[in-house]
């Protein structure tokens, strides 16, 4: 049972547009969601969460919104740049679960000059 | 800066060998973790371990056990290799503060091939 899901698997952005990145959860109990940032051959860099508490959260570039009714959050990147392009994992815990977390399948971002 | 390495990164085994995978982390986390990642199926969390000689079961823990002799130290241990475990394992390290989540910072990887 796939708690966490990224339905896309890859999206493909011109350089300096908006890059959007969505990401769908199952248990109401998760309370923090956390974005990471993968390239090849490295291990996945955190790059931005939000809490439950809050709708949005927002640093430089990326901005993560959280609509906890609809059980989805999303990731923006404004502009794009060619240097953004990564597989972007979206992640979900909760506070007390001993910071186990559940990732989601990721999406390969690719942006384009 | 956090610093989690990983023994190798890359591995070639013969199914049925004894594998071991050794990860390292130097910021004195509480926290250690093993995933794998497989495409089209994200990050699996295979065990974890809050303490040292603690550990948990993690989504798929069939075929792997694990062992914390020391704090900076995790393994994964794979008893006997099979083809079904040639995947990217990746290693993970956090504080455990136990009033919030605190980031994990994971180590480079280690691409597993079992022949």
């Known amino acids: 049972d796939q708690q966490v899901k990224q339905n896309s698997p890859s999206l493909s952005v011109q350089e300096g547009r908006i890059s959007i990145l969505n990401c769908d959860y199952t248990?109401?109990?998760?309370?923090?969601f956390l974005w990471y940032k993968k390239y090849p051959a490295e291990g996945p860099t955190f790059l931005i969460s939000?809490?439950?508490?809050?709708d949005k959260n927002e640093d430089g570039r990326f901005t993560v919104f959280l609509n906890k009714s609809a059980k989805h959050l999303s990731l923006h990147i404004v502009p794009s740049q060619p240097g953004d392009s990564a597989v972007y994992f979206c992640?979900?815990?909760?506070?007390?679960?001993?910071?186990?977390?559940?990732f989601g399948t990721g999406t390969q971002l690719k942006v384009e000059l | 800066d956090v610093k989690v390495t990983q023994s190798s990164r890359y591995l070639v085994k013969r199914t049925g060998e004894k594998v071991f995978l050794e990860c390292v982390q130097d910021?004195?986390?509480?926290?250690m973790f093993w995933y794998r990642q497989d495409p089209g199926l994200g990050l699996r969390l295979i065990y974890f371990?809050?303490?040292?000689?603690?550990?948990e079961k993690g989504d798929i823990p069939e075929g792997y056990s694990v062992s914390r002799e020391k704090k900076e130290r995790f393994s994964l241990i794979l008893e006997s290799a099979s083809t079904n475990q040639t995947s990217m394992y990746l290693c993970?390290?956090?504080?455990?503060?136990?009033?919030?989540?605190?980031?994990?910072?994971f180590g480079p990887g280690t691409r597993l091939t079992v022949l």
């Open positions: 993970a390290s956090s504080l455990l503060t136990g009033t919030r989540l605190d980031t994990q910072y």
């Open positions: 248990n109401s109990m998760f309370d923090y």
């Open positions: 939000i809490s439950s508490i809050k």
């Open positions: 992640a979900a815990g909760f506070t007390g679960g001993g910071n186990k977390l559940t």
């Open positions: 910021m004195d986390h509480e926290n």
């Open positions: 371990s809050y303490d040292v000689k603690m550990k």
